[in-house]
């Protein structure tokens, strides 16, 4: 019988995980949240197939970091049963603690200048035609972090040119002409999620500013019109149909392309709470609106990630391009 992974109760087969405390030493002082039960659409089986199974040895052949483990991702089973992975630089600890991340928070250790090339080496052994790679926050470095980024760009490029490249990065928050550095190392796609609504950032995002965030994505298209640009949001956590609305408005006078829309799902009783499980209805009613306003795609469903099946929907998002260049030289 399958195993269900209940992340926010922090069971996993019935045994409570200890390393909570330990890994989120800032949220003990905050109180316990009440656990809300998870509807049926929610519930997902553990991993545990044999591709599974050997992406993740591949994973770890040389020490990488994913995001899909460090940020308990539920589509985990999913993604690396079809060989995707998102590879997570620069370390497994964040410089910031946000109020719905599962990713642990301190110092980072120093940057591995191998960490390139092993990034490189297991796209190759994946043969991935397309790769996500996201970060932790890194406010410690002076550029946040966006040379070693582009330098796993071109290491991923000398090794497999075949493969589309997709970043998700951090905002670079204080970090002048950071941005540019990674948007010139010719990404084949920039992610960088918004997460919540202006209003709950002071509560969810406190580190970061909703219009910096918004102003990276509007950069990228300013820097490089041709670069294809992506942002995600969270849903539940106390934000109301208007908000996401308006985000949507701000992200497409940015002229971002893409946008994904997930359910929060809770990692612990010390992160922020769920306020409502946002109903497959609703989502496919953000689906239509978002299509209303010009976004050349939309993923939007409760599990939706902000790089679930991410080879997938880049291979839709350049014809949907395509497509709509055809149209307005026709």
Sequence with gaps: MATVVDKA??????????????????????????????????????????????TKRIVGYDNLVTVCEEAACPNIGTCWSKKHATMMIMGDTCTRACAFCYVKTGLPNALDVHEPNHVANAVARLELEHVVITSVDRDDLADGGAEHFARVIRAVRAKTPQTTIEVLTPDFLRKEGAAEVVIDAKPDLFNHNLETVPRLYLSIRPGARYYNSLRLLEKVKEHDPEQLTKSGLMVGLGESRDEVLQVMDDLRAAHVDFLTIGQYLQ???????????????????????????????????????????AGVDFAKLRAARQKKMSNTSA
């Design 9 to 54: 109760s922090g069971k996993r087969g019935g045994q409570y995980k200890s390393a909570a405390a330990l890994r989120h030493p800032e949220k003990q002082r905050n109180s316990d949240s009440a656990i809300l039960k998870k509807p049926e659409w929610l519930r997902v089986k553990a991993p545990g197939s044999p591709v599974y199974n050997e």
């Design 267 to 309: 990692p612990t009783r010390k992160h922020a709470p769920i306020d409502r499980f946002v109903t497959p209805d609703e989502f496919k009613a953000y689906e239509k609106m978002a299509y209303a306003k010009g976004f050349l795609m939309l993923s939007a469903t409760p599990l939706t990630r902000s790089s679930y099946l």
